[in-house]
């Protein structure tokens, strides 16, 4: 079950994911955890793959960019996809293992846009490969795209399944009261 998207300050989820350790998933990498761990993200011109599988209680963050530093989309070919798909393998077999009942695990892909830069989208072949890869495998995948000048945070419970978004000076202030700073 993914939780509603919000905050951590949000009933329920402040209590249970502020003990957490935090991982944070740098973009083109993913992190897949059993444990009850914390993954993060910070979302500019990129997008989360959020995987779940409920009846093992495992699952994990894959953080692909869509565009470049600057903004702009980056160039969607062969090369470029036949590298998530790759990625995205390696990804799925980590969070599946040998065993895992389809029907047991849930997909979302977040987006972020930055509005700045004239709605720089994610490549629908991108969002459309990942999707299409994974309803191959008999996994639904829903997704969302967030229009926003300043990038989100993606934060997500693999062992639990929740996932929920915040903006980044919200997240950094989190993290720096939290250590206490």
Same mark, same amino acid.
């Given at each position: 079950?993914?939780?509603?998207?919000?905050?951590? +300050?949000?009933?329920?989820?402040?209590?249970?994911?502020?003990?957490?350790?935090?991982?944070?998933?740098?973009?083109?990498?993913?992190?897949?955890?059993?444990?009850?761990?914390?993954?993060?993200?910070?979302?500019? +011109?990129?997008?989360?793959?959020?995987?779940?599988?409920?009846?093992?209680?495992? +699952?994990?963050?894959?953080?692909?960019?869509? !565009?470049? %530093?600057?903004?702009?989309?980056?160039?969607?070919?062969?090369?470029?996809?036949?590298?998530?798909?790759?990625?995205?393998?390696? /990804?799925?077999?980590?969070? /599946?293992?040998?065993? !895992?009942?389809?029907?047991?695990?849930?997909? @979302?892909?977040?987006?972020? !846009?930055?509005?700045?830069?004239?709605?720089?989208?994610?490549?629908?072949?991108?969002?459309? &490969?990942?999707? %299409?890869?994974?309803?191959?495998? +008999?996994?639904?995948?829903?997704?969302?795209?967030?229009?926003?000048?300043?990038?989100?945070?993606?934060? /997500?419970?693999? /062992?639990?399944? @929740?996932?929920?978004?915040?903006? &980044?000076?919200?997240?950094?202030?989190?993290?720096?009261?939290? @250590?206490?700073?």
């Amino acid at each position: 079950m993914f939780g509603p998207r919000g905050c951590p +300050g949000v009933a329920g989820f402040g209590a249970v994911s502020k003990d957490l350790a935090e991982v944070l998933v740098a973009a083109d990498t993913y992190s897949v955890s059993h444990e009850p761990v914390l993954l993060t993200a910070e979302l500019y +011109g990129t997008l989360a793959l959020c995987l779940h599988d409920e009846e093992r209680g495992v +699952g994990g963050l894959l953080h692909l960019r869509f !565009a470049d %530093a600057s903004g702009r989309p980056t160039d969607a070919t062969d090369n470029t996809l036949s590298c998530v798909l790759i990625v995205l393998d390696r /990804f799925k077999s980590a969070v /599946f293992g040998a065993c !895992a009942r389809r029907e047991d695990v849930q997909a @979302r892909i977040l987006a972020h !846009a930055p509005s700045a830069q004239g709605g720089t989208e994610p490549s629908a072949s991108l969002v459309d &490969l990942i999707k %299409a890869d994974l309803a191959d495998g +008999g996994v639904a995948c829903g997704a969302q795209t967030l229009r926003r000048r300043e990038g989100v945070q993606v934060h /997500f419970e693999p /062992f639990a399944g @929740r996932v929920w978004i915040s903006g &980044l000076e919200r997240a950094r202030a989190d993290a720096r009261r939290r @250590r206490g700073l």
